[in-house]
Structures are given as structure tokens and as C-alpha cells.
Nanobody, 122 residues
């Protein structure tokens, strides 16, 4: 069982920056095999993909955050990050970390964190 703990959320003014962290524990030394992702859910809206990074470092971003957000990972620290720049009020949401992995024999693993709140407001 992998536990994911997000941190780094808070209140920021429009145009500001935040860096979210997702610390994983219980991965048994295989954190590097997981695809890590950040998702967000605004009030009254469905949860949506923000960004993902594969074990090989390939990244994918939602169109709404391209050029502003950067996902990264540190496999030594078992941590994934989301650097968020040029924030605007539309980025206000609860941000969730996700770890996904499918073994060679097809067994899926899918873990979520509890989320961290990001509020962009003046």
C-alpha cells in the first residue's frame, strides 16, 4: 500500500507561484516505476488531469496549464512536484496526487492522496 501526502497548497495572488509536493511512502523501493500525476477538482466541477510524468520522465499537461506548470519527480526522495507559475483564479481547486503502476503480469496499482487546497485570489 502506497501512501501519498500532498503539501504546498495555500492562498496566492493572481500571477503568483506555488510548488506542490507529493511524498510517497510504502512503495517498497519501486516508486520509480509509478506514473505520477496531479489532478485537480474545483468546487462543483469534476476532477481533471493537470499533469503526469512517467517512470521514464515523459510528461503530459492539460492545455490549460501548458507553459505555466511543470511536473517533476525525485525518485531518490520518493517525491513528485508540481511547480505552478502565473496562477490565475481559474486554477483554484483541490489538487490531488496520484500514483499508477501496472505490473508485468497486468496487476494494476492506483493510489491517491488526500489533496491540498490551492486558492488564487487577490
Amino acid at each position: 500500500q502506497v501512501q501519498l501526502v500532498e503539501s504546498g497548497g495555500g492562498l496566492v495572488q493572481p500571477g503568483g507561484s506555488l510548488r506542490l509536493s507529493c511524498a510517497a511512502s510504502g512503495a517498497g523501493g519501486i516508486f520509480g516505476f509509478y506514473t505520477m500525476g496531479w489532478y485537480r477538482q474545483a468546487p462543483g466541477k469534476q476532477r481533471e488531469l493537470v499533469a503526469t510524468i512517467t517512470k521514464g520522465g515523459d510528461t503530459n499537461y492539460a492545455d490549460s496549464v501548458k507553459g505555466r506548470f511543470t511536473i517533476s519527480r525525485d525518485n531518490i526522495k520518493n517525491t513528485a512536484y508540481l511547480q505552478m507559475n502565473s496562477l490565475n483564479p481559474e486554477d483554484t481547486a483541490d489538487y490531488f496526487c496520484r500514483a499508477e503502476h501496472v505490473t508485468d503480469v497486468g496487476i494494476p496499482y492506483d493510489f491517491w492522496g488526500q489533496g491540498t487546497q490551492v486558492t488564487v485570489s487577490s
